[in-house]
């Protein structure tokens, strides 16, 4: 009898849920926190190699600097994409439009070949893609474990970035990402700055070399398609402000200044 009731304290001592890790508001409590999200990660699956990514991570500064301000995430461009697109690209919004057209010129039968598979134009993913990272200009200069760590740590943020942080630590694992590689502020990643949890998500081997690299340009457009597509992007449709699909966007960046950017971008760079 005293087995049994052992072994039924046992089984319902590991039916129960981890505790989440309690987010910070003060720099000093960001180690504590790391502790805390340790036994999570661990407990999703996350093996040594990302453990250890998450025990050397360092609290980073422009992340904690940008969260803390958030006053600087608004813009001031409400309903001027083409003021946007230049202050963001840092030309003019001709000048970004016609480098957006020429990628899909140089690159005709990857985008055909997406939007064949995935429903999504060329301009969408084109557009984005230079919004992000100037075609694969610039990746990032921000660790991304240390990125998505402390975004997920701080309570603005908290919890709703927490599997994004694990899902980085599960790219360590996998060897999809060394803990020094970087990335957005916010751990955004690749060519297309997804969020860890996004790729690990909806990720795609789009040039069929049997692995999904989103510092692979191809897999990275292909994973953006399947992003959207999955998320109710309809096939054939607009996609100018008040569709479907301009809401489809919004999984992407819940901006309003850039979803109107994109769909300006992207009427003309398609035309």
Known sequence: MRRLIAAALMTACAALPVSAAQCITSQSDFNAYKQNLANQAAAAG????????????????????????????????QGDPARFLAKRSGSTADSFINQTRSKIAKNPNTFASIERNFGVPGSILATIWGLETSWGGYLG?????????TLSSY?????????????????????????????????????MQFLAGNWMKYRVDGNGDGRADPYNAVDALATAANMLRRNGWQAGQPFGEGTQNFNVLSVWNDSGNYLRAIVYSAERAGG
Do not use: K, Y
Not at 141 to 149: M, R
Not at 164 to 179: E, K, N, R
């Open 141 to 149: 200069g921000t660790d991304i474990v240390d990125g998505a760590v």
């Open 46 to 77: 996350v093996g040594q190699r990302g453990l250890a990514a998450l025990q050397a991570a360092n609290l980073s500064g422009i992340t904690w600097r940008f969260e803390s301000n958030p006053s600087s995430q608004s813009g001031t461009l």
């Open 155 to 191: 309570c603005r943020r908290h919890p709703r970035f927490e599997p994004h942080a694990i899902a980085a630590l599960q790219m360590v694992d996998d060897g999809t990402l060394s803990p020094g590689t970087q990335g957005g502020p916010s751990g955004e990643l690749g060519h």
